[in-house]
């Protein structure tokens, strides 16, 4: 199994441009999370999946969309680039779309600079 | 709203050190996560707690619920340990039960 792949691992945007940040997984987990992770502070969840066809917002959702059309898929939308996006991006998916107790397997991340 | 406070946020040990890293959280938790990453930015899960304690190799790791608090424990530390540990607790109160609250993650450095 690969696990879970993203890519790019590094990205430079300008503002106000668009990108999708891919995410995959090949262990058919149902829960799938996007987070940003910034200096000094603790990862933050963007949006969240408990199955395909279903999203929902996390903490901070400003920003950015998603889709799930199939379980293995995640992609990350940012519509309109800012300097404020300025981060490190983890995908991460779990087997269970209902407990907080389930294992979390992490992308490798990617990083992203807005100028 | 739960949130979790690790200290310390730095901590620098020599090798053959024994290592403690703590976790506090404020609300009631159904489960408590300790987490890896490693220097090139991966992040692993090492272990998910809902009570008394797990052992895996050197790393222990202990929660006490009545205390809101857990603990992480390398025993012998190595310089291959230096990473970035990070707990998370997820609350069976918060608005989904699926999402976890993460602390800010300890830096910790293992000299030779």
């Known amino acids: 199994n690969a696990g879970v792949t993203q890519t790019p691992k590094f990205q430079v945007l300008k503002t106000g441009q668009s990108m999708t940040l891919q995410c995959a997984q090949d262990?058919?987990?149902?829960?799938m999370s996007w987070y940003r992770q910034d200096p000094g502070m603790g990862l933050r969840l963007i949006h969240y999946?408990?199955?395909?066809?279903?999203?929902d917002q996390g903490e901070v959702p400003n920003g950015y969309n998603v889709s799930r059309s199939t379980t293995e898929d995640f992609p990350l939308r940012l519509l309109s680039a800012a300097p404020s996006q300025t981060s490190v991006y983890f995908c991460?998916?779990?087997?269970?779309?209902?407990?907080?107790?389930?294992?979390?397997?992490f992308g490798p991340g990617t990083r992203l600079t807005v100028l | 709203k739960n949130e979790v406070e690790q200290s310390p946020q730095n901590l620098t040990a020599q090798e053959g050190e024994f290592i403690t890293i703590n976790c506090s959280y404020s609300v009631g938790i159904s489960a408590l996560h300790w987490l890896q990453q490693h220097p090139g930015g991966g992040i692993v899960s090492l272990f998910m707690?809902?009570?008394g304690k797990k052992k895996h190799g050197r790393l222990i790791a202990t929660i006490n619920i009545q205390e809101k608090h857990s603990s992480l424990h390398i025993t012998a530390s190595h310089p291959r340990d230096s990473a970035v540990y990070i707990c998370?607790?997820?609350?069976?109160?918060?608005?989904?039960?699926?999402?976890?609250?993460f602390g800010s993650g300890t830096q910790l450095t293992v000299l030779p």
């Open positions: 991460a998916s779990s087997y269970s779309s209902g407990s907080v107790s389930d294992t979390q397997y």
């Open positions: 707690l809902s009570s």
């Open positions: 998370a607790s997820g609350s069976a109160s918060s608005g989904s039960a699926r999402q976890l609250t």
């Open positions: 999946s408990v199955g395909a066809g279903i999203t």
């Open positions: 262990m058919n987990h149902e829960y």
